[in-house]
């Protein structure tokens, strides 16, 4: 299968950090992919995982992936307002099939 | 470098009229893929070309749909005639290989 699952809604507060959480299904998922849209623009590749890998950090975002659970989890450290927007998490399968299953993504609010 | 471009950014037409729907992918992209989102759902995957050629359509759903790429350059879906359910945003992607696939704006299409 190749469901993709993720909390619909999260609000915190700037500077807390924020944990977005994805859950999928496909247990031959090679890379894993968090995408950010704002409001009004399209879809930004925000980071990747490849699916050997428990942790990916770049920046203010730490990616962590548990395989055996299936759980992928993108962190924000230091939330901003510029931070405020829709993540979505997408899986691709293993093999020569390049098509993303994505979530239904995550609206992330940054509150004063 | 230019990013993918999409054409137009919003269109709202009756139903069973026509539209057509242009992306640009980045330059030197094979990899051409076709995305929907309706109503605040999951983005799903409709098809990929490579090229030209048809790689994967198993995701158009049904045949009022059309996709080309004719030079393996930019690509048309054309919806003919529309129906009320076809209202959502369509997202185009481009990649080198299949890693790493970078969206344009997507075209909000509105069917009344």
């Known amino acids: 299968g190749e469901d993709v699952e993720q909390s619909l809604f999260l609000s915190v507060r700037e500077g807390d950090s924020s944990v977005i959480n994805c859950t999928y299904t496909?247990?031959?998922?090679?890379?894993l992919y968090w995408y950010k849209q704002e409001p009004g623009a399209g879809l930004q590749l925000l980071t990747y995982?490849?699916?050997?890998?428990d942790m990916k950090q770049d920046q203010r975002l730490t990616v962590l992936l548990n395989k055996k659970d299936k759980h992928l989890s993108l962190r924000i450290a230091d939330t901003q307002t510029g931070d405020s927007a829709i993540y979505f998490c997408?899986?691709?399968?293993?093999?020569?099939?390049?098509?993303?299953?994505f979530g239904a993504g995550t609206t992330v609010t940054v509150r004063a | 470098e230019a990013g993918v471009t999409q054409f137009p950014s919003h269109s709202v037409i009756e139903k069973g009229q026509t539209v057509t729907l242009r992306c640009d992918p980045i330059?030197?992209?094979?990899?051409l893929y076709w995305y929907r989102r309706v109503m605040g759902k999951e983005i799903k995957f409709l098809l990929h070309?490579?090229?030209?050629?048809?790689?994967?359509e198993s995701g158009m759903p049904n045949n009022r749909f059309l996709a080309e790429r004719t030079g393996g350059t930019y690509s048309t879906l054309k919806v003919q005639p529309a129906e009320l359910e076809d209202s959502g945003v369509y997202f185009c992607?481009?990649?080198?290989?299949?890693?790493?696939?970078?969206f344009g704006p997507g075209t909000r299409l509105t069917v009344t």
């Open positions: 995982i490849f699916s050997n890998m």
């Open positions: 070309f490579v090229k030209e050629s048809k790689q994967d």
């Open positions: 496909d247990s031959s998922s090679t890379y």
């Open positions: 330059s030197g992209h094979d990899n």
């Open positions: 992607a481009s990649s080198q290989r299949g890693t790493l696939q970078y």
């Open positions: 997408a899986e691709r399968a293993y093999g020569g099939d390049y098509k993303l299953s």
